[in-house]
């Protein structure tokens, strides 16, 4: 079982940076496959970016490459996204994800464990 939090989230005007932080419960953090996704008002849930447990490779949404980064540091059982250069567009509860599955998911269904999630909100 694994237990997630979310931290980090806020308002910040467009062009800002934010951080959000994912600290997970667990002696097996590192062995989970962990992720972002996030979901606005009226709309699906969809993926942000996603990070496998052994050697740390990353897949990011288009809508996002180059602007969020996603990390880990299995040392502190915690996940991050760093996000820059954020758009009104990006305004949503942001949920963090963990699965059992060595595959970097991008789909709801491939994630065993959520966050309760984080508000960002970005003013333009």
């Known amino acids: 079982q694994v237990q997630l939090v979310e931290s980090g989230g806020g308002l910040v005007q467009a062009g800002g940076s934010l951080r959000l932080s994912c600290a997970a419960s667990g002696r097996t953090f590192s062995r989970y496959t962990m992720a972002w996704f996030r979901q606005a008002p009226g709309e699906e849930r969809e993926f942000v970016a996603a990070?496998?447990?052994?050697?740390?490779?990353?897949d990011h949404a288009d809508s996002v490459k180059g602007r969020f980064t996603i990390s880990r540091d299995n040392a502190k059982n915690t996940v991050y996204l760093q996000m820059n250069s954020l758009k009104p567009e990006d305004t949503a509860v942001y949920y963090c994800a963990a699965s059992t599955g060595w595959r970097i998911g991008s789909t709801t269904n491939e994630y065993n464990y959520w966050g309760q999630g984080t508000q960002v909100t970005v003013s333009s």
């Open positions: 990070i496998s447990w052994s050697r740390g490779t990353t």
